[in-house]
């Protein structure tokens, strides 16, 4: 199915017991009123699964995957202080 991560700057081979599958659905209309379904699989690596997230952008008749940098999470440092007497 795939070869290696869709991460075009990583060269990680695909393991079935490795990495993570995206399913991305995107519903596509035309003039006439009908919708399809258009379903895309996406694999990635997992140091890029957990750095990124597929997602999809329509503009006209493109669809493109993008890889959108997952947000980085909150610092574990506390903003409480304590006092040592």
Not at 65 to 77: E, H, M, Q
């Given at each position: 199915?795939?070869?290696?991560?869709?991460?075009?700057?990583?060269?990680?081979?695909?393991?079935?017991?490795?990495?993570?599958?995206?399913?991305?659905?995107?519903?596509?209309?035309?003039?006439?009123?009908?919708?399809?379904?258009?379903?895309?699989y996406v694999w990635l690596?997992?140091?890029?699964?957990?750095r990124m997230?597929?997602?999809?952008?329509?503009?006209?008749?493109?669809?493109?995957?993008?890889?959108?940098?997952?947000?980085?999470?909150?610092?574990?440092?506390?903003?409480?202080?304590?006092?040592?007497?």
């Amino acid at each position: 199915m795939f070869g290696r991560c869709a991460n075009p700057a990583c060269s990680t081979s695909r393991h079935p017991d490795q990495g993570k599958l995206f399913r991305l659905d995107v519903e596509i209309g035309n003039t006439a009123g009908m919708t399809k379904i258009k379903t895309a699989y996406v694999w990635l690596c997992d140091g890029c699964a957990r750095r990124m997230n597929p997602r999809i952008e329509v503009a006209g008749n493109t669809v493109r995957v993008l890889l959108a940098a997952l947000p980085k999470p909150p610092s574990l440092r506390s903003s409480y202080s304590a006092s040592v007497n």
